[in-house]
C-alpha cells in the first residue's frame, strides 16, 4: 500500500469517527437537534450511525486490504465486511433523507 493510500485511508476513518462522535455528544442521548457549521443536524444518531459505518467500511477496509495475500479467506472477509458496512452507510442515509421532511416554502401566503 502506497503512502498516500495510507494516508487517505486513515483520514476517511477519523474524519468519519470524528463526526460521528461529535453528532452523538452535542445530540445530548438524541433529545436534541444539534448545529454542526450552523446547519441543524436533525435525526443525530441515525447520522451518527451512518458515518460509523463509512468511516469503518472505507477507511479500516481500505486499511486492511493489504493485510491479507489476495484471495484468502482473511482477504474475503475483511471485504465482505467492508461492502456490508458500506452498504449500512447508504441505507442508513437514505433512512435519513426520507425520513426528515424537507421545508416547502409557502406559495400560497402572497
Do not use: E, K, Y
Not at 450511525?49 to 477507511?59: D, K, N, P, Q, S
Not at 447508504?90 to 401566503?109: E, I, N
Amino acid at each position: 500500500m502506497d503512502s498516500v493510500d495510507l494516508v487517505l485511508a486513515a483520514a476517511a476513518a477519523v474524519a468519519n469517527l470524528a463526526l460521528a462522535a461529535v453528532l452523538l455528544s452535542r445530540s445530548r442521548g438524541g433529545n436534541s437537534v444539534p448545529r454542526i457549521l450552523g446547519r441543524p443536524q436533525h435525526l443525530p444518531r441515525l447520522r451518527a450511525a451512518m458515518h460509523i459505518c463509512l468511516g469503518l467500511g472505507l477507511g479500516v477496509g481500505w486499511l486492511a486490504r493489504d493485510v491479507f495475500p489476495p484471495h484468502s479467506t482473511g482477504d474475503t472477509v475483511v471485504f465482505t465486511t467492508a461492502r456490508i458496512l458500506l452498504v449500512a452507510g447508504v441505507v442508513t442515509a437514505l433512512l435519513g433523507a426520507f425520513r426528515h421532511p424537507r421545508p416547502a416554502p409557502d406559495t400560497t401566503a402572497g
